[in-house]
């Protein structure tokens, strides 16, 4: 009898201690499952690393980010992308890189090989122009903003050199709040895809500065409303999209900012200040005082202010408010030029010829 009940007492003990055991080990396996699934979860959130290209896309993506993800410009602010060569530590930035965000639309046209020398298979591309309505390039021949607008996908828009143009179509969309609007919700999308754990932040970010921006452009559509359908003359051929979306006509001399005007050029633009009564012309602050334009404006007589494109800046520019703040400030030097017009009759300009026109441009070169 006794060892009947040692024996049941040593089989229920077994079991217990299996019991035990097993409730041990199930709880073990839990937790280090539960670890692993927050060691994932830690990494999958980690803020992206991402390089932008021109100055309105560090802009935009930086108002995007917020403090989320570490964005660096692929460009010195101070340097525009005409002028830009890359250089090794520009190909390492983009091989340490999770995200690229590019304007698109032939911008950035020194894209190509830089992706290539990089070589990052895992580096996505951020088409910030992705679906938004475009006007093709104009010819210097008839370079108003005729308002064609196209809405086709740009994926491509970082790959092929154009030479001495963009391209099929006008890059500058920035330039018109409501499509940079579009831009920056291309941006949050972007950083979505590539960080979902941050959506929120992208979002709520997003939203704020969107606010921003529509706020501007009701506050320049209201100053602008006055001179609906006057002219303005540029010096190259970066405003279509603000003078479409205000109902403006603009005008320039060259299509890209390197390029050396012809004779044909200089009639042109003469032909518009002497039909329009224009009394100021304006430059983008990037060309500095010796240029074909401040010459062209001291040898009519007429005034030079600026419309700065939002290529170049300072240290400062890479800073949402800084975009708010130039387009403020091209605004109000645009009324300025417009009120002065209206103060004159319409500036009746002599006929110059050929070599005229050759000792203006050999002056301002």
Do not use: C
């Not at 690229?100 to 950035?108: A, F, P, S, T, Y």
């Not at 012809?262 to 500095?288: C, F, H, Y």
């Not at 500036?347 to 203006?360: I, R, S």
């Amino acid at each position: 009898m006794t060892d009947r009940l040692n024996s049941l007492r040593s089989v229920r003990s077994m079991r217990l201690l299996v019991s035990l055991v097993a409730a041990l080990s199930v709880g073990i396996l839990g937790s280090l499952q539960m670890r692993q699934e927050e060691s994932r979860a830690q990494q999958g959130s980690s803020p992206p690393k991402v390089v932008t290209t021109i100055l309105p896309i560090t802009q935009f993506t930086r108002a995007v980010a917020g403090d989320r993800a570490e964005v660096t410009p692929l460009l010195p602010p101070q340097m525009g992308p005409h002028d830009f060569q890359a250089r090794p530590e520009e190909v390492r930035l983009l091989a340490q890189a999770d995200v690229l965000v590019i304007n698109g639309l032939g911008m950035e046209t020194f894209l190509e090989g830089l992706i290539a020398s990089a070589g990052n298979p895992q580096l996505q591309i951020v088409d910030s122009s992705e679906g938004i309505p475009t006007l093709r390039a104009e010819e210097p021949e008839h370079g108003h903003s005729h308002g064609h607008g196209h809405g086709h996908s740009h994926g491509h828009g970082h790959g092929h050199s154009h030479g001495h143009s963009h391209g099929e179509f006008n890059p500058h969309i920035w330039l018109d709040p409501r499509r940079a609007i579009q831009q920056v919700e291309n941006i949050r999308d972007g950083l979505i895809s590539v960080d979902p754990a941050g959506a929120e932040i992208y979002q709520a970010n997003a939203a704020a500065f969107i606010e921003k921006l529509k706020a501007l452009d009701e506050e320049i559509a209201a100053r602008l409303a006055p001179f609906a359908g006057r002219s303005f003359v540029v010096f190259h051929d970066f405003a279509p999209y603000f003078a479409e979306r205000y109902n403006l006509k603009a005008e320039f001399l060259v299509e890209i900012p390197e390029a050396s005007p012809s004779p044909e050029d200089v009639r042109r633009v003469m032909e518009t200040v002497r039909a329009s009564g224009l009394k100021t012309i304006l430059v983008e602050p990037q060309l500095g005082s010796n240029n074909p334009f401040e010459v062209l404006a001291r040898d009519l007589g007429i005034q030079v202010r600026v419309f700065d494109p939002i290529e170049t800046a300072g240290p400062e520019g890479i800073e949402p408010e800084y975009y708010l703040t130039i387009l403020r400030q091209n605004v109000e030097n645009l009324v300025s030029a417009f009120e002065k017009e209206t103060a004159f009759l319409p500036l009746q300009l002599p006929l110059l010829g050929q070599a005229a026109l050759e000792h203006l441009l050999a002056r301002g070169r």
